[in-house]
């Protein structure tokens, strides 16, 4: 017997961006009876162009706009009666946050200040519906680096964010909780691992090491390398974070974790594998040949590592793609998706590179 579903009316905040065009994709195909909008500031990283096939659907709405634009928003939520928030858009570039916080700030506390109280004011002015929900996507690095001998991060770990970049997203997260303990608000918390997949911005580590060994440039590491990530293919995010609205207690955090830990050096000499089996006639082969490491990047933690035992033990969501299997189905989408990723390699991007990594060309 399938139980009855409501249809659901829910804003993605950067639905433009890496996670958040993937959450829409999946919500698109899985929920075509729901009215979707998507909210994005196509800032750097937001590409329209990303969700355009979707924009046909009648059920989808594009609206561009600054999260921290009340007004908006206010608008946004009274005139689509919106029942649900997914809020994915923030700055989220660890470098990018230690050469300018001030975005880091604005975005993502006062932008989720802005958000929360929008949403509070029309499910207040609605009775306070149960069905209502505002789900806050935040990230590992909130609870600051590990040990290699330390446990990995569960839901009780207390926060000690490490860079301009955690410190905001922590910051959210307090707002994000204090909203359900203060006024009863339906909000909901996910803190996952280093995300990977299709649409990915060209500055994070996985697109960088494709886009670069493509072109024959460098590939930077940091440190020694030796740093680990727990890698999550994109896909399987999205799959929790429909998990967790629908089935997830309002006030609960769920850490979303890929079980995939790696080293950096490691991930990058996989990919180099897997760009000389599957890439032809590439500039530099072996590519391994391009890796260069540089200087660490101030405020680097060691080690990151979730606890999904939570999210698996209350709600039954597990990762279903392993780190090998992602990475080759991400390999394939940056070579056969070219016409994606090129427009983005702007003056602006590559003048903003090239001042990072000269930064710390110091080799180890």
Request: net charge negative.
């Amino acid at each position: 017997m399938t139980s009855f579903r409501k249809p659901r009316k829910i804003v993605i905040t950067g639905g433009a961006g890496f996670i958040g065009s993937n959450l829409v994709y999946h919500w698109c195909n899985k929920y075509p009876g729901d009215r979707i909008i998507v909210l994005d500031a196509l800032t750097y990283a937001g590409n329209r162009q990303t969700i355009a096939p979707l924009e046909e659907k009648g059920n989808l709405k594009f609206v561009q706009g600054d999260i921290c634009d009340r007004s908006l928003i206010d608008e946004l939520l009274e005139t689509e009666s919106i029942d649900t928030i997914a809020h994915l858009a923030a700055e989220s570039h660890v470098d990018r946050s230690i050469l300018g916080p001030g975005a880091f700030v604005q975005t993502n506390v006062v932008g989720t200040f802005t958000l929360l109280e929008a949403f509070r004011q029309r499910w207040q002015k609605q009775n306070q519906p149960a069905d209502y929900r505002f789900l806050h996507v935040s990230t590992d690095e909130v609870y600051g680096s590990l040990e290699l001998e330390d446990p990995p991060f569960t839901e009780t770990t207390p926060y000690t964010p490490n860079s301009p970049y955690s410190a905001s997203k922590a910051g959210s997260d307090h707002l994000a909780r204090a909203y359900y303990h203060t006024y009863g608000m339906p909000t909901l918390i996910t803190n996952c691992s280093n995300n990977y997949g299709p649409y990915h911005f060209p500055e994070k580590l996985i697109p960088l090491m494709c886009i670069n060994i493509l072109l024959g440039k460098a590939l930077p590491v940091y440190g020694d390398g030796q740093n680990i990530r727990d890698w999550l293919y994109v896909k399987d995010h999205c799959r929790a974070l429909d998990t967790v609205i629908h089935q997830g207690t309002p006030g609960e955090t769920y850490n979303i974790g890929g079980n995939n830990e790696v080293k950096n050096i490691d991930l990058v000499r996989l990919l180099c594998k897997l760009m000389d089996e599957l890439g032809d006639e590439l500039p530099v082969s072996p590519s391994e040949q391009l890796i260069t490491f540089v200087k660490d990047r101030p405020g680097h933690d060691r080690r990151y590592a979730i606890d999904a035992t939570k999210i698996k033990t209350e709600l039954g969501w597990t990762p279903q793609v392993t780190v090998e299997e992602g990475l080759s189905q991400t390999v394939k989408w940056y070579l056969q998706n070219r016409d994606w990723w090129k427009p983005l390699l702007s003056p602006e991007y590559q003048n903003y590179y090239q001042k990072v990594y000269s930064e710390r060309s110091t080799p180890v």
